[in-house]
């Protein structure tokens, strides 16, 4: 089963930055899809941005311009590098991988950023 590890998070003042990895363990395989989700207190989780093993990116509206996403497939590590945060993108983020038509979750670090 694949166990996803993140780390990164912590609390900002808006306009600020952080970086969020991930990286999975007990797998040998490199794995197709990687990315983020956020879940704000009170709302429903919500994608951040997602990388494909060939780079291909997706982000969502909000972040789209202010989240970049890069990956290193041989380690199965992902990154998301977050600027100028504003502090509607204070959540709890989710690192979120999908194998062999299986989604597994990281346990979520806090995001937290003042005006």
């Known amino acids: 089963q694949v166990q996803l590890v993140e780390s990164g998070g912590g609390s900002v003042q808006a306009e600020e930055s952080l970086r969020l990895s991930c990286e999975a363990s007990?797998?040998?395989?490199?794995?197709?899809?990687m990315g983020w989700y956020r879940r704000a207190s009170g709302k429903q989780r919500v994608l951040v941005s997602v990388?494909?093993?060939?780079?291909?990116?997706r982000y969502g509206d909000s972040v789209n311009g202010r989240f970049t996403i890069s990956r290193h497939n041989t380690k199965n590590l992902v990154h998301l590098q977050m600027s100028n945060l504003k502090p509607e993108d204070t959540a709890v983020y989710y690192c979120?991988?999908?194998?062999?038509?299986?989604?597994?979750w990281g346990q979520g670090t806090q995001v937290t950023v003042s005006s």
């Open positions: 990388i494909l093993i060939n780079g291909i990116t």
């Open positions: 007990r797998i040998r395989s490199s794995i197709p899809t």
């Open positions: 979120k991988a999908r194998y062999l038509n299986e989604d597994f």
